[in-house]
């Protein structure tokens, strides 16, 4: 499952070997996603949704840019439901318009950590929140280059991958994975982290802006990214796994 810049819900059926190994993608369909009074989004600035987690109880918080805000839908089907307003930092409010809450990770002890993609506190430090029971406490993210934090996901042992993007003229896209240290996910800190992997030409690259985790049954870990076309021809939607072994 997974949302979509231009306010819809994307849910397939991932075909795998015994292995685990993506083979395909199935059944897929393409849903509105409703606003708070149960009807699709008519301007694409106020259903921009950027980030997506499930929650305990089965339902789904998602993460809007443009109209930045945080919204719940309920499950199983969260496209039937319409969304319902989450408690989110004052400050969210008032990230620039194509540059904020892009990236957003439920914690194992329950906590979220959102990341501003371009928000400053100071330079080099992105904006960060650490939340509980709707308080907010700040905290920051280190900017390393051009590169800028795009997704995250909390891994069993509650250290944070976040999924890096960059993009030059003449380069294209780039992409990284970051691995964050539980110790350091706390309010106050400056979260940063050490590179897990790069991709980048001459390896399959495209503007990815999502990222899952999952425990494979050999204890390792299932890392997917997928990629955003922007409705442009000379761009690709990818469905890319890969394995962490470590």
Known sequence: MAVSDLGHWLVARLVRDPAGRLRDVADAAIYPILDRSGSPFTVKRAGDAEALERLPDGGFLVAFEQVHRLAR????????????????????????????????????????????????????????????????????????????????????????????RTFTLLGG????????????????????????AEIAPPLISDNFEGLAVETAADGATFIFLLSDDNRVALQRTLLLQFRLTS
């Open 73 to 164: 839908y309920a499950g199983p089907q969260p496209w039937r439901s319409r969304g319902e307003p989450q408690p989110a930092p004052a400050e969210v409010t008032r990230q620039p318009a194509n540059g904020g809450t892009e990236t957003m990770a439920r914690l194992p002890d329950g906590r979220l950590l959102l990341v501003s993609e371009t928000d400053e506190r100071n330079p080099g430090t992105l904006k960060a929140w650490i939340g509980a029971g709707g308080t907010w406490r700040d905290a920051g993210y280190r900017r390393r280059g051009d590169y800028r934090p795009v997704d995250a996901k909390a891994l069993a042992n509650g250290d944070l991958l976040v999924l890096e």
């Open 173 to 196: 896209f780039a992409s990284r994975l970051v691995r964050v240290p539980a110790a350091a996910i706390r309010p106050g800190a400056l979260l940063d982290g050490a590179d897990v």
